[in-house]
């Protein structure tokens, strides 16, 4: 899987900026193919039909294992359904190790002007580094030596810039063995740079399918819920949570604080397989 970079970053002059982090969508080659039962592409919709009711997004972001399959239509797909629900919104996005970059990029190609943005977005007063966790042929995260030295060079360049950081793979446990064993594997490595900086206001990711939320020297970590099935939190063995798709939503404000919370699909269920013991 070899990485190309379309967009280095965009730029955008605000007030406050909210973000949308959708992560985890597992969309499949097909319309409709379903995940434990669950078809993908509609509780998409309804995390996005969600976003939309309550929201007004400065940008969407997308944390990784968007497709399930890696093909190359789950993203076509993809693009065109968030494009529906939010046209004027520019789009960001990161891979999972569900992920094919390849076909990522080719995807973000056919979509005239509205590019997906890879690695940098700047406002006016806060920047969002996007960096790549994913190993290939492997569910593990690792931080390539060549991303760390970047996330160091964006933040000593822009030292009083307050900055999120956004990666698949959590840098630290989130207390489910099973998934845990899916840790960045350098985060030593990754923190040590972090530790560097003040600006780093804080660190999130997907993967885990569930809201997390711990501060470390005072920086928020933090994950996003999936848009399709949830993982039961404090379970070392794979189980199907009841609680439903969700996305967290950020208010980035000009003095370099944020408010964050999560926000979950209401009345509605779906044909989830809850026995299974994964997929």
């Avoid at 973000?19 to 039962?37: E, K, M, N, R, S």
């Avoid at 993982?231 to 003095?255: C, Q, T």
Wanted: proline fraction near 5%; include cysteine.
């Amino acid at each position: 899987m070899k990485v190309v970079t379309l967009n280095s970053h965009r730029s955008v002059n605000r007030g406050s900026f909210e973000i949308v982090q959708i992560t985890d969508c597992h969309l499949g080659g097909a319309p409709g193919d379903c995940l434990l039962g669950l078809n993908t592409d509609e509780s998409l919709r309804d995390v996005l039909e969600q976003a939309r009711a309550h929201t007004k997004p400065n940008l969407l972001l997308a944390t990784g294992d968007i497709s399930g399959d890696g093909s190359f239509a789950s993203y076509q797909r993809f693009l065109s359904i968030t494009k529906q629900y939010f046209p004027d919104v520019p789009l960001a996005w990161l891979p999972g190790n569900h992920d094919e970059l390849d076909n990522m990029v080719l995807a973000s190609r056919d979509v005239a002007g509205n590019t997906p943005i890879e690695r940098v977005f700047r406002t006016s007063n806060w920047n969002l580094l996007f960096l790549d966790s994913t190993v290939p042929e492997e569910d593990g995260g690792e931080i390539n030596p060549s991303e760390l030295k970047r996330l160091e060079s964006e933040l000593s360049q822009h030292p009083d810039v307050p900055t999120l950081i956004f990666l698949h793979h959590q840098p630290v446990a989130v207390g489910s063995a099973w998934v845990d064993s899916y840790i960045v594997k350098n985060h030593r490595e990754f923190f040590r740079v972090i530790d560097k900086f003040d600006n780093v206001k804080g660190i999130s990711w997907g993967h885990v399918h569930q809201e997390f939320y711990v501060e470390r020297k005072g920086v928020p970590l933090m994950a996003s819920p999936s848009t399709c099935v949830q993982f039961a939190p404090n379970v070392d063995y794979f189980k199907i949570d009841n609680r439903m798709p969700g996305y967290r939503n950020y208010r980035l404000n000009s003095n370099g604080t944020f408010a964050t919370d999560t926000c979950r699909v209401q009345d509605k269920s779906y044909n989830i397989d809850y026995s299974s013991t994964g997929y």
